[in-house]
């Protein structure tokens, strides 16, 4: 069932209500859950990417986009991030084809490989760089490697010499094992990448669709602030957080700045005979969620929903219904997910919202930043 746009207005005031109501700053928030539990604490170290292997090692990366910075990929070890695969890698200086600059996404296949998307600078698009279009003093320069966790060695990387980089934005990406493909969102061009793992060429699918551009009315509002920069300009985001089935069968997605979420079989986005117009046809909207930034599957078929308005992770049930699986004034910009196999969600939480570029110079992020994992119904 397909929900018109001034449906999703009225929602979103409620959401923005909601979000004014539930500031950590002093104000009355929602009560702690016991469901919350952290799993490290990071200090000053903003994490971004998440994922778990089925044997519940734990991977988290973090952008290089501050002081703190220490590593861009790590392993959770006994609460401590350490450095992976190894020291080299996650150098500050050297090569650049051999170390991490700026590492954006994770996630783990249904094969347990770790796959890894980095890229330089923050691309055009991503929740840390701009708004989608903005010149940026440098392109982006994207490499996605797949390491083989058994033995700890990357095994392949891929540098998207095919794409556009000054206009490109990757931002997550999701690794489809039955086809050999890899589904990247890209903001910056407000699109979805197909990646061959076989030949290294890409194709750039369902560009400037209605599916995969923001909303340019919506604002997001956070604490009783609009999401705007020094000059003004709101936040925005395109096509964002993407989620694989298990199956490999559908592929979810979402701007950040919509609240309808939407899915495709993979077989449409593999099928290279295929026009935009004529894949756009098989994308299915499915009606209202939340304001979005990660998405991820379970084996249950349920789709997990990072809700930042009002201070939650939801998930979508395959009936349809929108569940709310924890709600907790520490949940500030929920943004990646892994599941494990000891039945929990790890996620992190970026409060990008507190940053000073979106209050007036003011940092009100609440230090430390952390990982927490809640049980999964």
Not at 59 to 71: D, G, H, L, T
Not at 116 to 140: C, T, W, Y
Not at 252 to 262: A, D, G, S, T, V
Not at 273 to 280: C, F, I
Request: aromatic share 10%; hydrophobic share 35%.
């Amino acid at each position: 069932m397909r929900i018109f746009l001034a449906h999703s207005k009225m929602v979103y005031t409620t959401a923005v209500i909601i979000a004014a109501s539930l500031s950590g700053h002093g104000q009355e928030g929602p009560p702690r859950s016991d469901k919350l539990i952290p799993v490290a604490d990071l200090g000053k170290r903003r994490a971004i990417g998440v994922s778990v292997s089925s044997d519940n090692r734990l991977f988290v990366s973090f952008p290089n986009r501050a002081e703190a910075y220490k590593y861009g990929l790590t392993e959770i070890i006994d609460g401590k991030p350490l450095p992976y695969p190894n020291e080299e890698w996650n150098a500050h200086s050297g090569d650049s084809a051999g170390r991490f600059i700026n590492v954006q996404d994770l996630y783990v296949d249904t094969e347990d490989n770790l796959w890894v998307l980095d890229s330089k600078p923050a691309p055009k698009g991503s929740i840390f760089g701009g708004q989608p279009g903005e010149a940026l003093p440098n392109e982006g320069a994207f490499k996605l490697l797949k390491i083989d966790l058994t033995s700890n060695q990357v095994e392949r990387v891929y540098t998207f010499e095919d794409i556009d980089k000054r206009t490109a934005g990757l931002n997550d990406m999701r690794i489809d094992t039955d086809k050999n493909l890899a589904y990247l969102s890209d903001p910056g061009r407000a699109a979805i990448l197909v990646l061959d793992l076989v030949s290294g060429r890409s194709r750039t699918v369902l560009r400037d669709q209605s599916c995969t551009m923001a909303d340019p009315d919506m604002v997001l509002t956070y604490d009783g602030r609009e999401m705007r920069d020094h000059n003004g300009n709101p936040f925005r985001s395109n096509v964002n957080g993407i989620a694989l089935t298990k199956d490999n069968r559908y592929f979810y997605f979402k701007p950040i700045n919509k609240l309808n979420l939407y899915r495709v079989e993979t077989r449409y986005l593999a099928d290279t005979s295929l026009t935009d117009e004529e894949l756009a046809d098989h994308v299915e909207d499915l009606g209202e969620t939340t304001v979005t930034h990660g998405l991820i599957a379970d084996s249950n078929g349920n789709i997990y929903l990072s809700s930042s308005t009002d201070y939650s992770i939801k998930y979508r049930t395959p009936a349809g219904e929108i569940k709310t699986l924890v709600q907790d004034a520490r949940i500030i910009w929920p943004d990646s997910f892994g599941i494990g196999s000891d039945g929990y969600l790890y996620f992190s939480c970026a409060q990008l919202q507190r940053d000073p570029q979106w209050n007036g110079g003011e940092d009100r992020v609440e230090y430390p930043y952390r990982i927490y994992k809640v049980k999964l119904p």
